[in-house]
């Protein structure tokens, strides 16, 4: 467990450090906020017409932002020439994904703090409780980053894994993406927990099964 944690702070450190990839999944997902801000500029005076697009701005900005972050997820170690020395060290090979994926969980939940904030006061919106709204893109973003890093793994080593790793990763994520876009939306518009028991049930599930197979498939994944 110890080594998970630091491979996951190795991760975090670098990044905080140079701070590249976290601004530019912070640009981006806040640039999708504005430009949908002004495409539904007409609507922003009701609450209700707001409920009804809300959910699919603020995904669309996550899943494009975590993306742009799950590419970069295993290039750092590839160009330093990091990446063999990080599969010669005496660790298990699901031990490095569940550290990269806590690295990418950690990152991708600073994009979305800072989104979310954004988006109610472009779109002029009163988000009722965060806890609820927060439990179901906390639960999103697990499924997606357990998926995503894993492809990350996979298509580190092709020259165009920048466009190969969405085209992979978008069909893998509708799982997960369609229960958490309705569970958002019912969130926001102020249901209990027990009105979307059945999306929260589907997201833990798609979580667990995904993290469990991407930690028995690594290893092969991984190996040259």
């Not at 999944?25 to 906020?33: A, G, R, T, Y």
């Not at 989104?115 to 009163?126: A, G, K």
């Not at 992979?168 to 229960?179: G, W």
Request: contains cysteine.
């Amino acid at each position: 467990m110890k080594r998970i944690f630091d491979i996951a702070a190795k991760d975090l450190k670098e990044e905080f450090r140079t701070k590249q990839m976290l601004n530019s999944m912070v640009i981006f997902s806040l640039l999708v906020i504005v430009i949908f801000s002004i495409s539904f500029g007409s609507i922003l005076g009701s609450s209700e017409n707001v409920e009804m697009v809300a959910p699919g701005v603020l995904w669309i900005a996550f899943i494009f932002a975590g993306s742009i972050g799950l590419s970069r997820s295993f290039v750092a170690e590839l160009e330093n020439g990091c990446l063999e020395a990080l599969k010669l060290c005496p660790v298990s090979r699901s031990a490095i994904y569940t550290g990269k994926a806590i690295a990418n969980i950690v990152l991708m939940l600073i994009v979305e703090i800072i989104t979310v904030p954004l988006f109610v006061i472009l779109f002029n919106y009163n988000i009722g409780g965060l806890f609820l709204p927060g439990l179901v893109i906390a639960l999103g973003t697990i499924g997606f980053v357990c998926v995503g890093t894993l492809l990350s793994a996979l298509t580190v080593n092709t020259r165009t894994r920048e466009i190969l790793l969405p085209v992979l990763l978008l069909p893998l994520v509708l799982p997960v993406l369609i229960p958490a876009v309705m569970a958002t939306g019912s969130a926001l518009s102020g249901a209990s927990i027990g009105d979307i028991s059945q999306e929260l049930r589907l997201l833990l599930v798609y979580d667990v099964v995904f993290f469990l197979v991407a930690q028995l498939v690594f290893e092969y994944v991984i190996q040259d």
